[in-house]
Antibody, heavy 120, light 108 residues
Framework: QVQLVESGGGVVQPGRSLRLSCVAS????????MHWVRQAPGKGLEWVAI????????YYIDSVKGRFIISRDNSKNTLYLQLNSLRVEDTAMYYC?????????????WGQGTLVTVSS | SSELTQDPAASVALGQTVRITCQGD??????ATWYQQKPGQAPVLVMY???NRPSWSPDRFSGSNSGNTASLTITGAQAEDEADYYC???????????FGAGTKVTVL
């Protein structure tokens, strides 16, 4: 069965960096795009970034462009999100999600999330 | 505009029907996808495309689309359907995605 397991979250001071990881299993991860979605405490879902199947295409929400970097290592079935120049407003649960592909591109599987807290 | 608009809350009596909607310009070009999120849990896909359910989504969930509006209907709502429901789609660029603010469904 498909599983996505995130790690790397924690408490970090503003301006510092953190790297999140998401290990995929139960399917051929190299065949599907992947996304990061975040959710601030008590708030709604916010799409953060997408990376294509081979890692050649990447897109970001404007609020993280130039600060966050999405990447993947298909040999390790692992998705990454490098969070740089962190701000208090980046505090959120970060979920990795699998893109279902096809015509409709649903986010069909989600990890359990990893919590990032940015605080001085 | 890349925004998706959802009503903040909806309620339904046990066993009755509730429809929640999602509006946005991007829905004229892209179908909405619907996710259910219960407290303390990750979101779960419940509906996508024209009216497609993943294997784990009960058949009491159905979807429809018209113009700039997508709808998720729960027919015969159960207590376990009480949750937040989010719609999302690609935005007008086609390369970014956007979520609605979510609708909290209460089953009375």
């Amino acid at each position: 069965q498909v599983q996505l397991v995130e790690s790397g979250g924690g408490v970090v001071q503003p301006g510092r960096s953190l790297r999140l990881s998401c290990v995929a299993s139960g399917y051929r991860s190299s065949l599907y795009a992947m996304h990061w979605v975040r959710q601030a405490p008590g708030k709604g879902l916010e799409w953060v970034a997408i990376i294509s199947e081979d890692g050649s295409d990447k897109y970001y929400i404007d609020s993280v462009k130039g600060r966050f970097i999405i990447s993947r290592d298909n040999s390790k079935n692992t998705l990454y999100l490098q969070l740089n120049s962190l701000r208090v407003e980046d505090t959120a649960m970060y979920y990795c999600t699998k893109d279902g592909g096809g015509a409709f591109r649903p986010f069909d599987y989600w990890g359990q999330g990893t919590l990032v807290t940015v605080s001085s | 505009s890349s925004e998706l608009t959802q009503d903040p809350a909806a309620s339904v009596a046990l066993g009755q029907t509730v429809r929640i909607t999602c509006q946005g310009d991007s829905l004229r070009s892209y179908f909405a996808t619907w996710y259910q999120q219960k407290p303390g849990q990750a979101p779960v896909l419940v509906m996508y495309g024209k009216n497609n359910r993943p294997s784990w989504s009960p058949d009491r969930f159905s979807g429809s689309n018209s113009g700039n509006t997508a709808s998720l209907t729960i027919t015969g709502a159960q207590a376990e359907d009480e949750a937040d429901y989010y719609c999302n789609s690609r935005d007008s660029s086609g390369n970014h995605y956007v979520f609605g603010a979510g609708t909290k469904v209460t089953v009375l």
